[in-house]
Structure formats: structure tokens, C-alpha cells
């Protein structure tokens, strides 16, 4: 590396350095300086640029540089367009340009990205990308495609384009932010002339002067702006403030055709139209039926406008400076729509509340100086006079002598300032000289510059009638409680206490002079006695909440006694007074009804047990007549998991039986309530295990707590983890004999075993052993009816019978059957020279070969003698000589132990297949399958051969 690559590294470093303070700082003042995003995007960009080309400068090799070059280009691509768009923010110019320019000048940055990653193929950026060597640096050098001059040019508008934009922003701005301008005018001005110099092909193109000129820049802008306070603060946006005002505003020259200048969004919502498609346009064209008829005159004018149902007050200033061409007026819109509103319904309240004295149903009288000097038609009729006969006569000539005297007395009290009622009682005089119940109220109201009384009169006849009942009727009730039983209780609406009888008093222990004590305090008298006074009280706010219904209700005392609780409405005349309670003692009645509960329970209880052991007994009946009539043990074994599920309501069952060694136990089958499984596990012999202790103790064990420590593996299962909370284990029993183990699994908390559950097992296992030990019998005798004894391979007759059934299977489905004849070779020889004990382990040797060897689908029998056949269904010709030669091979291998030496037999086999064309029988492809067999005898033995036609 020469001296000359230390300025330039550090040049970019300072680059790198200041473009990330630079973004940082941006980032954090992005709420108060104007497009904060856009001056971080200009610092990560210059991150990117100079970083790139610092590593760029630094790696080895053409292709590693051409990856950093491309990567540089990020930022090259990314800067211009971010000062671009500060610039419009700073300026606030942003609100004049489309949002979809903004795309279309995005395009040209990332189709250059993409052609510089692709330019190897395409040529349009570099052309002949190499290596020059400049000051003892290896630099990428290349010829200037016409890719790169486009975007050379382009680069180079956007950026005059916001330079131009911060000096139009110069010379409007105030000094101090002139100062911050200028200083973002130098930071960016010095790189742009180093791009230019390339450009101009002043600099090669292989020296990138933007990044280096970047890190001279940079530091001085940074500087700069700091000492301007850049970060803190920064000129504002006065359609900010028009935005935020809460009324509609609208600014119109006047001397241009009434044209639009700009407005805020609240006009853009009055006059349902965008910003940008107003400004520039006529105010007739949105507002037509709008006559603007303002001078330089008139300075100021307020019009009433009506729009889309809103009212508006139109505020229009004139705002011109003098000795200007311009004649520009701002124009307010107020909204006056809810002072409309208001003012009409201020009028239509005046007319309402006439209306409702004239109307109202209760007399209304105004007095001044002891004369009426106003009523309404009620007051008229009340007193049978015509509206007109009672203006100007003395308001004591209406009342009777007794009402005058309380009137005076309660004057008297108010003048001394003493409390009187807001309403008195007394009777006025009708014109025919009756007398007049009423409820009369007096206030003093100022009217017409005077003192005056306004007087309101209610007709309280019916009242009166009222009171008079209501008082009989409750003399009537204190009577009739009084004699009763039961205790009463009598409230009104407030919850205050009419009425009571003695026998409440004894009945709760209240004391003589109950009712005298303050509310709520009398009524804890009686919660306290209860053994849930809160439910009695939400108990009794329902009740209150409906008060015109009946409830009954059943209160339990502390000490021991229960009251029955009801409860009506109490109606006097019609209308609905309070609520009437009655108490009554069902303390011994209750004890009664207990008693027969438990003896109805109890029969119940009995009467379900009985029916549960009958059900049981049933079901154990229909389990021993099911398995007893299968004898295949498959299906004793499935019927006995599915009966054990259904008698005991559990959720899971296994079954395990014990292998012939008697040291494990074969787990075979499971079933839970969805479906049976194969488990095909074995458990070994291990006393700690609770299966083998079920075998060993002969009798079932039952677990229904399996939190605490218990024996180890029941089953395939591992309590502890499986969910199990309840389980049995029972023998399999068959006279002495102990076949197996029967597991029955509960994993819900509801279903705990009972010892019915574990008889029920028991009872089921043990009819379980006898068909399983029947089951095996039967098999055992069938087996013994169609195997050889010997070799235990199908016998003669009955491989016969599945050879036809085969047969007529390929036959009718068009698929291939074959055959295979095998014969010991010299098998007279092994008898004769060890006996014919040795030639029975011989055949049973070969026979157990032929069992591992072949398929399951595939049938062998014991055809006579030492030759035996093998039936192999759906296989070829070709296919059978495969498993034919298998077949040769494992046997010749087999080593048969005799008296500490070992005897080595061959076998010679044929072979042959059914053909679809010809018509033939199970004897005459038997017939083949031997002759092929003979054949390999003849042949040399040991080997197979298929048999051929003619």
C-alpha cells in the first residue's frame, strides 16, 4: 500500500464516521427538525457510499471489487434522492408535488441497482471492467457505458433541482435560518462537483471523488448545523398552522379571476374537494351560488351562507400589502349551525312553556297587592268562574277564613326566616259557595317591575277520599293481623313499617318497642339471626326491584328453626301501597319432610343397587354365552376387552397371556371406547411387577388411589404418566391353571372402581380362561386336522383344497399362480447312516427353512415323504425360479447337529406355472412342477429347474 491510499482511507473513514452521527442524530430529532427521515436516509447513504469503497479499495482481486463496487452503488443511487426530498420538506415545497411523482422518480434509482448487479452481461453501466493501478492502488477501471451517463445526468438534476430549492428557501428565510441553509448548501455542493469532475472526465472514472469529497464536507456541514441549532430547531410551516386551525379557511385573488390560493382541511371538507384540485381554480367553480363582490375598498365583510345544511358565517378580510398587483383576501368560514339550532330552540321553548301553563292540569294564579292579576283556564274551571271574571278581584274573597289564618302564620314564619312547608292544605271557595280541597304552593316572582306571588293550586278531592280509605283499610289490617297465626310485617315503598302483629315479635325475639328503633338498625335485628343474611339481602333488592309480583322463600335461622317467607304487594284503592310479609315457624314440618327424604333416598339408593347387580348379573350372563359360542381365541379375546369395558364404564382395557416358558407374560390386545389395538409386548417375570403378583396371589388387586406408592408396570402402561386415576387387575383362571392377566383402566375422576367392579372383572376373566383354554383345544384339534404332525406344514388333502380355491382365483382375475416340487436329495442315505431319528430332524429342519423363507400369502404342505410343495399365488414363472433359488441357497447352508458333528442336505426343485390360454387342472401343474423336479435329480441334483412344454 503507497503513502498516497492514507488520505483516501481516512477521508472515507471520516465519511463513514460522520454519516452515521449524522443518521443517529437525525433519527432521534426527526419530530422537530423538517423530513428528519430524509437527512437520516442522506447520512445512511453516505454510510453505505464511502463504506463500500473503503472496503472496495482494501480487498484483492477483480471479482471481489467489482461485489463492493455494486454494493457502493446503494448509496450513490440513495443520496440525491434523499436530499431531494429534504429539501422539498425543508422548503415546504412537498405539498405542490403529486405523491405518484415521487414513484416515477424512484424508477430510474432502482432500474440502475438492477442493471449495475447484471451490468457483466448487460454493458450498459461499465464497459471492459479492469484494474488500474493509481498511486500504488488497484482501482477498477472501465469505460463509461451509456447506462451510466443517463444516470450520471439524472443524478445530477436531482441534485440542481434541490439545491436549487435551498436557495429559493435563502432568500425567503430569515437570517438565522439562512445561516443553516447555507451551511447544507456547502455540505452538499462540494461532493456534487466532485461527481461532475468525474462526469467531465476531469478525474478518471475509476477514482470516485463524491465519498472522499464527502468525508472533507461532511465534518463542515455537521459543524454548521450544530452551531445553528439544526437539530433543535427549524423554520415552521404556516399551512401547518392553517391545518390546525378548527375553522374553514380559504385565500382567493381577487384581482385573478376570484382564483383559489390555497385553503386548509376543514374548507376541503365544506367544499367536498382536494387541495390540489382546488388551488388554481375559480371560487364559482365549488361555491356558485357564492356572489363575491369585494374591492380594495372594503376592507372587511361578514355574508351568511347556507351549505349542505350547514349555516356559515363568512368572514372576508383583505390581506394585500400596498402598492402590490395582488389582491388577495382571506376568507374564514365559521360554522353557525349549532347557534341556529340554539336560537330556534330557545323559541320554540318560550312557546312550550305557555303552552304549558295554559295546559296544565293544576291552577295557575299570579297575585300582586292582593289581586289577581293572571290565571289559566284550569284555575278558572276549579273554581267555576269564566277566565275573564276573576282579573282584578281580591285573592282572599277565594279562601275560606281557617286558610287564611295559615297563610298568615306561615308569611309570619318566612318573614322571620323560619323553614315552612313548600306546600299547605287548606279549602278554597267556589263560586257556588262550595268548598274546595286544595294544595296550594306560593313563590315570589318578580313580574313587570313589581313583586307578585305566582300561585299554584292542585284539587286534592280525590286525595282526601284517598286518605280516608287508606286509614280504614289499615285499621281494617291491624285488626286482622293482630289474630293471625303467623307473624306479619307491613312496609311501605320508603321500606318504612305500617303495620305488625305480636306474633312477629315472638317469633324473631324482637324487643317490645321494635319498630321504635331507627332504620336500617331494626332490621339488623333480624339478618343477624339468619345463617346467610347477604343472600337474604340480594334476596330481598329483588324483591323491591319488582314490587307487584309475589315470591316465597325459605330462611334458615342460627338456631336451628326455618321460617317460611311470603310475600304479596299491598294494594289500598287501586294503587300500590308497600309490601305485606308473613312469617311462619316450618321447623318440626321441615324435619319431617328431611326424614322422609332419607328414607326416599335411601330406597332409591337400594332399589339402584338392586338394579345395577341385575344389569351385571345380565351382562356376565351374556359375556359367558358370547364367548362361550366362538371358538377362535382372536375373537374370545376381542368380546372379553369390549364386555369388560361395557360392565365396569371404564376407558381403557389390556389383555396379556402367559408364554409357554412361563417367564413372560404376552401382552396381545387393547381397547379403549374409540377402538381395539395390537400392543404385542412382553412384560418378564418380576414379583415387584403387579401383573405377575395377580398371577402369583391368584386373585384380582384394585388401586383407586394412584397417588401413592404402588407396585411397578401394570400393563403397557406407566400410571404416573398416563392419566390413569383408577385401575384393576385380574387373573385369567381355567381350573388350576392361570392363562393370564386382565388390566381395566379409568382415567376420569368420576369413574373410581368399586369391589362390585372388581367381582365383575373377576367373574369375567374367569368365563374368559374357559373359553381360551376351549378356544386353544379347538385350534390345537384343527391344526392337527390339516397339518402334517412332523413338519407341521399343511398336509396332502387339505393343501388340495386351497391349491383349487387358488386356482380358480387366477383363473377368474387373470393373475399368475405357480408351483414349486422340492425333494431332499439323498435322504435314503442320511436314514441309512444315521437313522431315521435323525431323518425326522432333517425333514422338520427343511420344513422350518421353507417357513422363514417363503411368504405369508404362500402355502407349503408335506406333499409325501421328503418332497414337499409350495403354492405361491399372484408370482410369475420368472419370480418363482427367484424364490425357488432362495429357497436352494438356505437350505444348503442349514448345519443340522448330530452327536457333536453336523449333517448338510441339498435339495433339487421344479417348477411350474399356470398360463392364462390353457385349460388345466391343479394335478396336471403338480404333474409339471414333479417332472421339473426330476429333471434337477437328474441333472446333478442341488439346482432348480422350470419346466418347458414339449
Avoid at 375559480?282 to 372587511?300: A, D, I, M, Q, R
Amino acid at each position: 500500500m503507497s503513502f498516497i491510499s492514507f488520505p483516501i482511507l481516512i477521508l472515507l473513514a471520516l465519511s463513514v464516521v460522520f454519516g452515521t452521527g449524522f443518521a443517529v442524530i437525525a433519527y432521534r430529532a426527526r419530530k422537530v427538525i423538517p423530513g428528519g427521515l430524509f437527512v437520516m436516509g442522506v447520512g445512511i447513504s453516505v454510510v453505505v457510499w464511502a463504506g463500500a469503497y473503503f472496503v472496495e479499495i482494501l480487498v484483492p482481486g477483480l471479482g471481489n471489487k467489482l461485489f463492493w463496487a455494486n454494493l457502493k452503488q446503494l448509496g450513490s443511487v440513495l443520496l440525491p434522492f434523499s436530499f431531494l426530498l429534504f429539501s422539498l420538506v425543508y422548503t415546504q415545497f412537498i405539498h405542490h408535488i403529486p405523491r405518484y411523482l415521487y414513484a416515477i422518480l424512484a424508477i430510474e434509482p432502482i432500474a440502475v441497482l438492477y442493471v449495475y448487479w447484471n451490468d457483466l452481461s448487460l454493458g450498459l453501466m461499465r464497459i471492459n471492467p479492469h484494474l488500474s493501478q493509481m498511486g500504488g492502488l488497484d482501482l477498477i477501471d472501465f469505460t463509461v457505458g451509456e447506462g451510466l451517463a443517463i444516470h450520471f445526468i439524472y443524478s445530477a438534476l436531482i441534485s440542481i433541482s434541490a439545491i436549487l430549492l435551498l436557495l429559493v428557501r435563502y432568500f425567503r428565510a430569515k437570517s438565522f435560518y439562512r445561516s443553516q441553509i447555507s451551511f447544507i448548501f456547502l455540505g452538499m455542493a462540494i461532493p456534487f462537483l466532485g461527481a461532475l469532475a468525474v462526469f467531465l472526465k476531469i478525474v478518471p472514472p475509476y477514482f470516485d471523488m463524491t465519498p472522499l469529497l464527502l468525508g472533507f464536507s461532511f465534518p463542515i456541514m455537521s459543524w454548521g448545523l450544530f452551531r445553528n441549532e439544526f437539530f433543535k430547531s427549524a423554520p415552521l410551516n404556516p399551512q401547518i398552522i392553517l391545518e390546525r386551525l378548527p375553522f374553514g379557511i380559504l385565500i382567493v385573488d381577487m384581482s385573478n379571476e376570484q382564483k383559489i390560493i390555497s385553503l386548509n382541511s376543514v374548507t376541503e371538507e365544506i367544499l367536498s374537494v382536494e387541495a390540489a384540485r382546488a388551488i388554481g381554480k375559480p371560487v364559482s367553480t365549488f361555491l356558485p351560488e357564492l356572489n363575491l363582490s369585494l374591492t380594495e375598498f372594503v376592507k372587511e365583510l361578514v355574508l351568511d351562507f347556507e351549505l349542505n345544511n350547514q349555516f356559515y358565517e363568512l368572514h372576508c378580510e383583505h390581506i394585500s400589502k400596498e402598492n402590490t398587483q395582488q389582491d388577495v383576501w382571506l376568507i374564514v368560514f365559521v360554522n353557525m349551525t349549532a347557534q341556529k339550532l340554539l336560537e330556534e330552540s330557545l323559541f320554540a321553548s318560550e312557546a312550550m312553556y305557555r303552552s304549558l301553563v295554559e295546559n296544565s292540569v293544576e291552577g295557575i294564579a299570579i297575585t300582586q297587592n292582593e289581586r289577581i292579576i293572571y290565571l289559566n283556564q284550569q284555575m278558572a274551571d276549579m273554581l267555576g268562574y269564566s277566565l275573564n271574571e276573576l282579573p282584578g278581584r281580591a285573592y282572599k274573597n277565594l279562601i275560606s277564613k281557617e286558610f287564611i289564618k295559615l297563610q298568615t302564620e306561615r308569611e309570619g314564619k318566612r318573614a322571620r326566616g323560619e323553614k315552612v312547608e313548600d306546600f299547605l292544605q287548606g279549602t278554597f271557595i267556589k263560586k257556588n259557595g262550595a268548598l274546595l280541597d286544595v294544595e296550594v304552593s306560593s313563590t315570589l316572582i318578580p313580574y313587570q317591575g313589581q313583586n307578585a306571588f305566582l300561585v299554584m293550586v292542585r284539587d286534592i278531592t280525590n286525595r282526601k277520599k284517598y286518605e280516608e280509605e287508606r286509614n280504614r283499610t289499615l285499621a281494617l289490617l291491624e285488626a286482622t293481623i293482630e289474630s293471625s297465626k303467623d307473624g306479619i310485617l307491613v312496609l311501605d315503598k320508603d321500606f318504612e313499617i305500617l303495620a305488625h302483629n305480636q306474633r312477629l315479635l315472638e317469633l324473631w325475639n324482637l324487643p317490645s318497642d321494635w319498630e321504635k328503633i331507627q332504620s336500617p338498625d331494626r332490621f339488623e335485628l333480624i339478618y343477624t339471626q339468619l345463617t346467610e343474611p347477604d343472600v337474604i339481602l340480594k334476596t330481598r333488592s329483588h324483591v323491591w326491584n319488582n314490587i307487584d309480583q309475589e315470591f316465597t322463600n325459605e330462611l334458615t335461622l342460627i338456631n336451628g328453626s326455618v321460617f317460611e317467607e311470603y310475600t304479596v304487594p299491598f294494594y289500598i284503592t287501586g294503587e300500590l301501597m308497600g309490601r305485606l310479609f308473613m312469617y311462619r315457624d316450618i321447623t318440626e314440618r321441615r324435619a319431617y319432610e328431611l326424614e322422609l327424604e332419607k328414607a326416599r333416598l335411601l330406597a332409591e339408593d337400594q332399589s339402584f343397587v338392586l338394579q345395577a347387580t341385575l344389569k351385571r348379573e345380565k351382562q356376565l350372563h351374556d359375556v359367558t354365552r358370547t364367548i362361550s359360542r366362538s371358538m377362535e381365541i382372536d375373537t374370545v379375546l376381542s368380546e372379553l376387552l369390549r364386555q369388560t369395558l361395557e360392565i365396569t364404564n371404564a376407558d381403557e382395557s389390556h389383555l396379556g397371556l402367559i408364554n409357554e416358558d412361563g417367564q413372560s407374560i404376552h401382552l396381545l390386545y387393547g381397547m379403549d371406547r374409540e377402538k381395539s389395538f395390537v400392543i404385542d409386548d412382553y412384560i418378564p417375570y418380576n414379583e415387584k411387577f403387579l401383573s405377575w403378583q395377580v398371577i402369583e396371589q391368584r386373585q384380582g388387586i384394585m388401586i383407586t388411589d394412584t397417588s401413592h406408592p404402588m407396585p411397578l408396570i401394570c400393563f403397557s402402561h406407566d400410571v404416573k404418566t398416563s392419566g390413569i386415576v383408577s385401575l384393576l387387575c385380574v387373573p385369567i383362571l381355567s381350573g388350576l391353571s392361570v392363562l393370564g392377566v386382565l388390566g381395566v383402566f379409568s382415567k376420569r375422576d368420576t369413574i373410581l372402581f368399586n369391589e362390585h367392579d372388581l367381582h365383575a372383572a373377576e367373574a369375567i376373566a374367569s368365563q374368559a380362561g374357559i373359553a381360551i383354554q376351549n378356544a386353544r383345544l379347538f385350534e390345537e384339534v384343527n391344526q392337527l386336522a390339516i397339518t402334517d404332525p412332523l413338519t407341521r406344514l399343511y398336509n396332502r388333502r387339505y393343501f388340495f383344497n386351497l391349491a383349487r380355491v387358488e386356482l380358480e382365483r387366477a383363473k377368474r382375475y387373470g393373475t399368475d399362480l405357480s408351483f414349486i416340487m422340492l425333494d431332499i436329495d439323498d435322504f435314503k442315505r442320511v436314514n441309512d447312516t444315521y437313522g431315521h431319528l435323525v431323518g425326522d430332524e432333517v425333514l422338520m429342519a427343511v420344513s422350518e427353512v421353507i417357513r422363514k423363507t417363503i411368504r405369508k400369502v404362500d402355502l407349503a404342505a408335506r406333499y409325501g415323504g421328503e418332497e414337499m410343495v409350495i403354492l405361491l399365488p399372484a408370482t410369475s414363472q420368472e419370480s418363482a425360479l427367484v424364490s425357488a433359488e432362495r429357497l436352494r441357497e438356505a437350505v444348503e447352508e442349514l448345519k443340522i447337529p448330530v452327536d457333536g458333528n453336523s449333517v448338510s442336505v441339498s435339495i433339487s426343485l421344479g417348477v411350474s406355472s399356470f398360463e392364462q390360454h390353457l385349460d388345466i387342472s391343479i394335478s396336471k401343474l403338480l404333474d409339471q412342477a414333479d417332472q421339473a423336479m426330476y429333471l434337477s435329480k437328474q441333472n446333478g441334483k442341488n439346482r432348480v429347474t422350470a419346466w418347458q412344454a414339449g
